[in-house]
């Protein structure tokens, strides 16, 4: 065997074996992601959600090092004949370390994701934060790991951090508005004026739902299902009513009128019958909850009274208020109870004696005596 193609012989082999340590590689990750994928299927206690989280946050990390490891393989490789020279294999050297510092940020940041999204809905106070929380570690972890490239890299960190003091004024006065806004958010956050899932009333007008209270905005979507994006700063500062807070559960007035004419008493009754038996059957009412009713007012045609009911939530009252006043308006049908039309009547008699009576006390209206000849 000549010498060339003993060196032939050594590339292909070496090559081979680069290909085999890659695919095994590739195989190990494989069986890795399968093993806590089936043990976060088969466990039934908290470790199944760490599985899960686990599965997601190491499937790009893995890649990203597979491929650290096939240029530190090809760096050898290539230096072993002497194809690259030391300064390049340094550069090399420095962009494996840069890669394996962003592999671990990689991983960390999507393990602090998956895991605020895992456990948003156990915690309320995880579900507020997840969307500030989320930015504010993502801000974290990027800024350490360009800290500690650059400080692998021969930079020296210490003017940096030195200097952030005197940046951080001019980022400060140039990013105001923003920083007010974040600071709003973790205002909100703490205060939970506002939570995500809440139907809440703007001061202009709006309702809806939270859909996310974010670093920068809060956004709720309407009943229509659009979206209302409102800067922090200004909902922190504006106000507005939760339908949420304290409790779900609301009054629900239902105004009604009836004919002069009618039992008062009879009316009562009806209307507490039939507000019961809404509440009890409804899917929307709160069975335990007592209705009563009201007489208020002596309108021009009827006499005003409100039937109090209660429902589960805001969103509900339209449904159980509908109902209602369908079941209310057949039983009053049923019972001769007259809801009148708004109407004016005029007493036209009464009228004509009232302007006569006023003509006659009138002094234009006397008459004077005669005059003797």
């Known amino acids: 065997?000549?010498?060339?193609?003993?060196?032939?012989?050594?590339?292909?082999?070496?090559?081979?074996?680069?290909?085999?340590?890659?695919?095994?590689?590739?195989?190990?990750?494989?069986?890795?992601l399968v093993r806590l994928t089936r043990k976060a299927r088969s466990q039934d206690s908290s470790m199944a959600g760490i599985y899960r989280i686990l599965v997601l946050s190491l499937d790009a990390p893995l890649t990203l090092f597979i491929f650290l490891v096939i240029i530190v393989l090809g760096r050898f490789l290539l230096i072993w004949p002497g194809i690259i020279d030391k300064d390049i294999a340094a550069i090399v050297d420095h962009v494996v370390k840069a890669g394996l510092i962003l592999t671990l940020f990689l991983f960390f940041e999507r393990f602090f994701t998956y895991s605020l999204r895992r456990y948003q809905n156990q915690s309320t106070l995880v579900k507020n934060t997840s969307g500030i929380a989320g930015g504010a570690i993502r801000a974290i972890l990027a800024s350490l790991a360009l800290l500690i490239?650059?400080?692998?890299?021969?930079?020296?960190?210490?003017?940096?951090?030195?200097?952030?003091?005197?940046?951080?004024?001019?980022?400060?006065?140039?990013?105001?508005?923003?920083?007010?806004?974040?600071?709003?958010g973790l205002q909100l956050v703490v205060d939970k004026p506002i939570r995500i899932g809440d139907f809440i009333e703007l001061d202009s007008?709006?309702?809806?739902f939270v859909e996310k209270i974010g670093w920068r905005s809060t956004w709720v979507r309407m009943l229509p299902n659009n979206i209302v994006i409102m800067p922090n700063s200004k909902l922190s500062n504006s106000k507005l009513i939760n339908y949420y807070y304290p409790e779900r559960e609301l009054s629900v007035p239902v105004e009604v009128g009836v004919h002069y004419n009618s039992d008062l008493d009879k009316?009562?009754?009806?209307?507490?019958?039939?507000?019961?038996?809404?509440?009890?059957?409804?899917?929307?009412?709160v069975e335990?909850?007592?209705?009563?009713?009201?007489?208020?007012?002596?309108?021009?045609?009827?006499?005003?009274?409100?039937?109090?009911?209660?429902?589960?939530e805001y969103f509900n009252r339209f449904f159980i208020k509908s109902a209602f006043i369908k079941m209310l308006k057949k039983r009053f049908d049923e019972e001769g109870i007259v809801i009148p039309f708004p109407i004016t009547a005029l007493n036209v008699d009464q009228e004509n004696a009232a302007a006569i009576l006023a003509a006659a006390k009138s002094p234009e209206a006397t008459i004077p005596p005669e005059k003797s000849s």
Do not use: W
């Open 1 to 32: 065997m000549t010498i060339p193609a003993f060196f032939k012989t050594q590339e292909a082999m070496t090559l081979g074996a680069l290909l085999c340590v890659i695919a095994l590689l590739f195989i190990a990750k494989r069986i890795i």
């Open 149 to 184: 490239i650059l400080s692998t890299m021969g930079v020296s960190i210490t003017p940096v951090i030195a200097s952030l003091g005197i940046t951080s004024l001019a980022v400060a006065l140039a990013l105001q508005p923003t920083l007010e806004n974040f600071f709003s």
């Open 205 to 208: 007008g709006e309702q809806g």
């Open 267 to 285: 009316v009562e009754d009806i209307c507490l019958e039939v507000a019961k038996y809404t509440l009890k059957h409804h899917e929307y009412g």
């Open 288 to 312: 335990t909850y007592e209705p009563f009713v009201l007489f208020h007012t002596f309108d021009n045609s009827s006499i005003n009274l409100t039937v109090m009911l209660r429902t589960k």
